[in-house]
Nanobody, 119 residues
């Protein structure tokens, strides 16, 4: 059974940093695009950052220059380093793994971890 387990969320003051980790039990982890999404009540889940199999990254405009996504395929871990956090970054953050090969599509989610940034 595929599992994505996030860790590292918590409460931090504005300007502080947090490091989120996502450990995956998926086979062929290195082939997946790993993404970090966030959601606040009443709003749609939004993509924060993603990293593809070969290391190409994308970021939402709101986090560029502050967040960094990385991966360690040997350890099957994706990491979101969040610096200079602001209250508007408060949300539940979800790890996602997407892949498509041999005619199949794969889309897995973690359970989410709360990030709260206080003023």
């Amino acid at each position: 059974q595929v599992q994505l387990v996030e860790s590292g969320g918590g409460l931090v003051q504005a300007g502080g940093s947090l490091r989120l980790s996502c450990e995956g039990s998926v086979n062929m982890f290195s082939l997946y695009t790993m993404g970090w999404y966030r959601q606040v009540p009443g709003k749609q889940r939004e993509l924060v950052a993603s990293i593809r199999a070969f290391g190409d990254t994308d970021y939402a405009d709101s986090v560029k220059g502050r967040f960094t996504v990385s991966r360690d395929n040997a350890k099957k871990i994706a990491v979101l380093q969040m610096n200079n956090l602001a209250p508007e970054d408060t949300a539940v953050y979800y790890c996602n793994a997407k892949g498509a090969w041999l005619g199949h599509q794969y889309d897995y989610w973690g359970q989410g971890t709360q990030v709260t940034v206080s003023t």
